[in-house]
């Protein structure tokens, strides 16, 4: 089994819905991320979180918020979405002892 | 500002034919670099940490290097499933916050 899973894998919405990507890890892990993917502009930091009472923007949040319900799951989420926000969205984990970052197999959201 | 630069953006090889991936960068203290590998549709997958001038990792047909402005992924005899997209992330602080570069896409062919 996966260690980073992330739901759903795909989703298309329209504008102006609100909508909400999970992510779940088994890997005991402290810190969780989320990213934006866009061609040409590699991965991008939205939001981080160290543990469930620690939650940092990142270098793009706007538009973006984040909700850490467990060590285990953080979510992200767009109040309403805008076209622009059509990426490939990633999860990531790592360990406080260590910051190598383990991604989740991505979810591809398209906005229209 | 910190600035990750990856080159080339795309790259062609036959198999068996090496090369090397560069990545540059100009940021305020360097705390490690990190190599990634992505298949089309997949999340990036870990490779290699670099922590210091001169520093080496090994992984079958890959070898990463780190100066103190760039660091290179040479790729020896390169086989078709090596094929992905390579990123490099510089890590800045002590968060763990990693500021990736644009990657530079591989395709091996027979």
């Known amino acids: 089994d996966a260690d980073v899973t992330q739901t759903p894998r795909n989703r298309i919405t329209k504008t102006g819905k609100r909508i909400m990507l999970e992510c779940s890890q088994t890997?005991?892990?402290?810190?969780m991320y989320w990213y934006r993917q866009d061609p040409g502009l590699g991965l991008r930091l939205i939001y981080y979180s160290f543990d469930v009472k620690d939650i940092n923007k990142g270098e793009i949040s706007d538009g973006y918020s984040v909700s850490r319900q467990a060590q285990a799951k953080f979510s992200l989420s767009l109040e309403s979405a805008i076209p622009n926000q059509t990426a490939l969205y990633f999860c990531?984990?790592?360990?406080?002892?260590?910051?190598?970052?383990?991604f989740g197999p991505g979810t591809r959201l398209t906005v229209t | 500002e910190d600035q990750v630069t990856q080159s080339p953006e795309a790259l062609r090889l036959q198999e068996g034919e090496s090369s090397s991936l560069n990545c540059s960068y100009t940021?305020?203290?360097?705390?490690?670099l990190f190599w990634y590998r992505q298949d089309p549709g997949k999340g990036p997958e870990f490779l290699f940490t670099l922590y210091s001038a001169g520093e080496e990792k090994e992984k079958e047909r890959l070898k990463a290097t780190l100066t103190k402005k760039e660091s290179f992924l040479h790729i020896t005899a390169p086989k078709p499933e090596d094929s992905a997209t390579y990123l490099c992330?510089?890590?800045?602080?002590?968060?763990?916050?990693?500021?990736f570069g644009a990657g530079t896409q591989v395709v091996v062919t027979p």
């Open positions: 992330a510089v890590l800045t602080d002590s968060w763990g916050k990693l500021q």
């Open positions: 890997k005991g892990h402290d810190r």
């Open positions: 990531a984990t790592s360990a406080g002892s260590s910051y190598e970052q383990y």
């Open positions: 940021v305020s203290g360097l705390r490690g």
